[in-house]
């Protein structure tokens, strides 16, 4: 329970620095890319502990979740850009 706890904590974060990192107009505004920053960090830690990276319960680095969430909000903004 404290791992999944940390995690939102962390995306909360990481949301906020991706936004920053990636100015702009984003579909849904700083709501959304908070969401995608908790998300992120979700991805961030279930991919770093399938290859190896993080032992089993332990949430992903701060870099590593600001990249997933940067890669997330990439996709999101290519999926649902304004026309």
């Known amino acids: 329970m404290g791992s999944i706890l940390t995690t ?3 995306g909360l974060l990481v949301g906020a620095v991706a936004k920053l990192l990636m100015p702009g ?3 849904g505004g700083w709501i959304v890319t ?3 920053g908790i998300a992120g960090a ?3 830690s279930y991919l770093g502990q399938a290859v190896g990276w993080y032992q089993p ?3 992903a680095g701060f870099i590593g ?3 997933g969430a940067i890669l997330l909000l990439l996709l999101y903004r290519f999926l649902f850009r304004r026309s």
Do not use: E, R, T, W
């Open 8 to 10: 939102l904590i962390i």
């Open 25 to 27: 107009k984003d579909p």
């Open 34 to 36: 908070i969401l995608l």
């Open 42 to 44: 979700f991805v961030a």
């Open 57 to 59: 319960g332990q949430p």
């Open 65 to 67: 979740s600001v990249v």
